[in-house]
């Protein structure tokens, strides 16, 4: 506790109820060593491989797999050098998903039977750089599904919120309707969900034009192909992703969590969305959790194979309001970025998950305040700790 004081001077009153909160939400490493579910033998593991691995999810998701199948049955992968801790916390290897033949090699002589593509160009980023987001989002997928189908491997591919547009219904976004997005982004995403259900014949590119578009009436025609060459392929459209480990990738929520780091540091913030911008958000934790479950449900009970999952929604102002309970010293200002908030402005404002919830048991566990009371003790405990070394 004497730690936790020392890294929130910018709290006043709030370091009580900081360090309160220390006591009722723990690390995630705590949280998810509290799960019932038993560690697997080598003999029954899945042997999964995770590309894109760097970025702000694959680190902690290899923890849980391994935690969950033992070490050496999970690889991280990605094409830039992993930093100390995570080079030596389990086997880590570079991959290039654009690069075929290599993808092919590391599939088999690892014996891969899961592959986790996390690989992707991010929405704020990807505006900037669409060459780039297409050949990473469109041709990296298609050099995964090939190797997937041709080795009958389990694949999963996240969605996003992303995946909706301007004509989209927004408060729910139901898993069946008019997408049609307006970022790169978004666009490779629904491009992966209709992939992955529909997978690749001679004449698929006309189908495809069509489910593009009216997904709701050829869903049918989709899962046809599914069934047909026997793909076990996963999709989750993840809400915003919050987490204190790791630093956003060039995402448009990405202030939902730059906003925490600057409450503590300074105690000042600038926020590039408008205050009134409501978007669906999620814990790390329940992001994490929502994928090894979803990984492991029994194929018969997946009614369908792209599902919404939601936590929580909020504001910017809900957001520092909820900070400001802890942290009263807070100042936040505004100065709109016209990209990200054009691209806010298409997307939901929460997702309705009623079938993840029936079809795999999906339940959420952090609501704003868990949230926010976690990533401050997160993050007060982790700026001390790093002041020791």
């Known amino acids: ?61 290899a923890k849980l797999l391994r935690r969950r199948f033992g070490k050496n049955n999970v690889i991280l992968s990605d094409i830039r050098k992993p930093p100390r801790h995570v080079h030596h916390n389990g086997p880590f290897i570079f991959t290039d998903i654009l690069d075929f033949k290599n993808l092919r090699e590391i599939v088999v002589n690892n014996n891969i039977s899961w592959l986790v ?25 298609h050099n995964i599904l090939d190797i ?31 997408q049609r997005p307006r970022t790169i982004y978004g666009v490779s995403k629904v491009h992966a969900e209709l ?18 578009f009216y997904k709701a009436l050829c869903l049918p025609f989709c899962q046809y192909y599914h069934h047909r060459y026997g793909l076990d392929f996963r999709c989750l459209r993840y809400p915003g992703i919050i987490s204190a480990d790791s630093q956003p990738g060039g995402g448009t929520t990405d202030y939902a969590v730059q906003i925490f780091h600057a409450a503590m540091k300074t105690g000042r913030f600038e926020c590039d969305l408008r205050a009134d911008t409501r978007l669906p958000m999620m814990y790390i934790d ?61 997307w939901p404002m929460a997702l309705d998950d009623g079938a993840a ?16 009371r976690t ?10 700790l790093a002041q020791t070394f």
Not at 24 to 41: D, E, H, V, Y
Not at 152 to 178: H, K, M, N, Q, Y
Request: glycine share 10%; proline share 6%.
């Open 148 to 178: 997937a189908t041709e080795h009958g491997l389990r694949v999963f591919v996240p969605s996003t919120i992303g995946a909706f547009g301007p004509s989209s219904p927004r408060d729910p976004a139901p898993e069946l309707c008019v």
């Open 357 to 372: 919830r029936r079809d795999w048991g999906w339940r959420h566990e952090y609501g704003v305040s868990e949230l926010v």
């Open 117 to 141: 593509h996390y690989s992707a160009v991010l929405s704020a980023v990807g505006e900037n750089n669409v060459a780039l987001a297409k050949e990473v989002n469109i041709t990296g997928l």
């Open 375 to 384: 990533m401050l003790t997160h993050i007060a405990t982790g700026n001390q």
């Open 286 to 346: 329940d992001c994490l959790r929502a994928t090894l479950e979803f990984l492991e449900a029994p194929a018969e009970s997946l009614l369908g194979r792209t599902y919404n999952i939601n936590a929580t929604s909020f504001t910017p102002r809900d957001l520092v309001r909820e900070i400001q309970k802890v942290l009263p010293g807070l100042e936040v200002t505004y100065n709109v970025d016209p990209i990200r908030q054009a691209i806010a402005d298409g």
């Open 195 to 212: 992939m992955g259900e529909v997978t690749p014949p001679a004449y698929f590119h006309k189908a495809l034009f069509f489910c593009f």
């Open 1 to 61: 506790m004497h730690l936790l004081r020392g890294a929130v001077k910018h709290a006043g009153s709030g370091v009580e109820r900081l360090t309160s909160a220390a006591r009722g939400f723990g690390s995630s490493s705590q949280r998810f060593r509290a799960s019932p579910t038993p560690l697997c033998t080598d003999a029954d593991a899945p042997k999964v491989l995770i590309t894109g691995g760097l970025g702000q999810l694959g680190v902690g998701l």
